[in-house]
């Protein structure tokens, strides 16, 4: 059961990647239809010259490839030879070399947020394939922070759903909510499968469980959540223990979340689920039972 478990979660997680890449390649035509392409690692398209020698950054001394990423003219060279690494699946000079020796290294000037967008569209490609969850979280965030026009919201997405997907199959809790927290400011919308698994991941963290619901219900006003019986039963749930912790403690106000008063929320929820899902209302009180045993086992 483990081994067919740990299957499904690859398969998964591959099938994102992939997507996110054919999303990626189709924004990257879009914005940038005339950049050259090669599918080669030992590049066809035209470099600028450095020192009688066409340009190859990841092989040149980091100061003059520095040197030369200075002029704004010239950052395209950045994405675009991440982006042919990539497609020699040579992900690792891609994060190692590009991103952190020279994006991360000093440099006098701002990248222009056009570079940074589809710099780190590529980084996160690699780092999804290397399965470096941290470098794909850097990403994410690299993303989340840009001007909307610089990113588009397809691609926020199938970022989102690739690096959630990767933490899931890492089983790792930590990771997880760093990505979460990167994802909710942008109102990214996980799809209902995945909805579904992150919910049942942050509810089996061994963290403080007031905390975890609080961010169950925190990441469902968000939109993150895509609305199933599952998931909104988990929503309820949270809704009603964060309900009771204020009323025992008496401290409505500085207990609920951004000020939202949860019993009304819960009311709303309760209400909309009946409707929704066509149940009545000890239909309601035996499946949230039922469930709640199920989570518990």
């Not at 589809?118 to 969850?133: E, I, K, M, S, Y």
């Not at 990441?219 to 909104?232: E, K, M």
Request: glycine content about 2%; proline content about 3%; aromatic content about 6%.
């Amino acid at each position: 059961m483990l081994m067919q478990h740990v299957s499904t979660s690859s398969a998964a997680n591959a099938a994102y990647i992939s997507r996110l890449q054919d999303t990626i390649h189709e924004h990257t035509s879009l914005v940038h239809p005339d950049a050259p392409g090669v599918a080669q690692f030992h590049y066809e398209r035209e470099f600028p010259i450095w020192k009688k020698q066409q340009v190859s950054l990841h092989s040149m001394r980091e100061a003059h490839a520095k040197t030369i990423l200075q002029k704004y003219a010239n950052e395209n060279l950045l994405w675009q030879e991440a982006r042919d690494l990539n497609a020699a699946q040579r992900h690792d000079l891609v994060v190692d070399v590009l991103y952190r020796a020279l994006y991360l290294g000093e440099r006098d000037a701002a990248w222009l947020p056009r570079t940074t967008s589809l710099f780190a569209q590529q980084v996160l490609v690699a780092a999804c394939n290397l399965h470096d969850v941290a470098t794909a979280i850097q990403a994410v965030d690299m993303l989340t922070a840009l001007p909307l026009h610089a990113v588009s919201r397809k691609v926020l997405q199938d970022a989102s759903h690739a690096v959630t997907h990767l933490c899931l199959h890492h089983d790792d809790a930590t990771t997880l909510t760093a990505v979460l927290d990167a994802i909710e400011p942008a109102h990214v919308n996980l799809d209902a499968s995945t909805s579904e698994q992150v919910v049942s991941s942050l509810l089996r963290n061994e963290g403080p469980l007031l905390d975890t619901h609080k961010r169950i219900v925190s990441l469902y006003n968000a939109g993150t959540w895509a609305s199933s019986l599952a998931v909104d039963t988990h929503v309820l749930w949270s809704l009603l223990t964060l309900h009771r912790a204020e009323e025992a403690s008496s401290l409505r106000a500085s207990t609920a979340t951004n000020g939202v008063d949860h019993h009304l929320q819960l009311v709303e929820l309760y209400r909309n689920m009946q409707a929704e899902y066509g149940l009545t209302d000890p239909d309601v009180g035996n499946y949230l039972v039922s469930d709640s045993c199920k989570e518990a086992r």
